[in-house]
């Protein structure tokens, strides 16, 4: 499994960014895809994602700025951030994670997104 992260860059708060993750061949037992950030000096986190019946899940930092869903046939994870924030910069992860018993997780690199005050 290959995930293929795009989209970050220099913003102004309050502006927007569309993150996108694409993800290589068809991947089978997901039990949800989703989008962490890491700032500087803290731990990775759950930014948003989707579980495998549909159900979007949200930090509540991020709730009703941003947006996330699939498009492609569902190739391609999308990370639509609005009124965006200082404290929204970091480095953003998508992810898969697999049902159990394989319960195993893949990340693909990171994507830088800064936003200026």
């Known amino acids: 499994v290959q995930l293929q992260a795009s989209g970050g860059g220099l913003v102004q708060a309050g502006g927007s960014l569309r993150l996108s993750c694409t993800t290589s061949?068809?991947?089978?037992?997901?039990?949800?895809m989703g989008w962490y950030r890491q700032a500087p000096g803290k731990q990775r986190e759950l930014v948003a994602r989707?579980?495998?019946?549909?159900?979007?899940d949200y930090a509540d930092s991020v709730k009703g700025r941003f947006s996330i869903f699939r498009e492609d046939e569902g190739s391609v994870m999308v990370l639509q951030m609005n009124s965006l924030k200082a404290e929204d910069t970091a480095v953003y992860y998508c992810?898969?994670?697999?049902?159990?018993?394989?319960?195993?997780?893949?990340w693909g690199h990171g994507t830088q997104v800064t936003v200026s005050s």
């Open positions: 061949g068809s991947i089978r037992n997901i039990n949800d």
């Open positions: 992810n898969v994670h697999l049902l159990p018993p394989y319960n195993t997780h893949y």
């Open positions: 989707i579980i495998g019946d549909g159900t979007t």
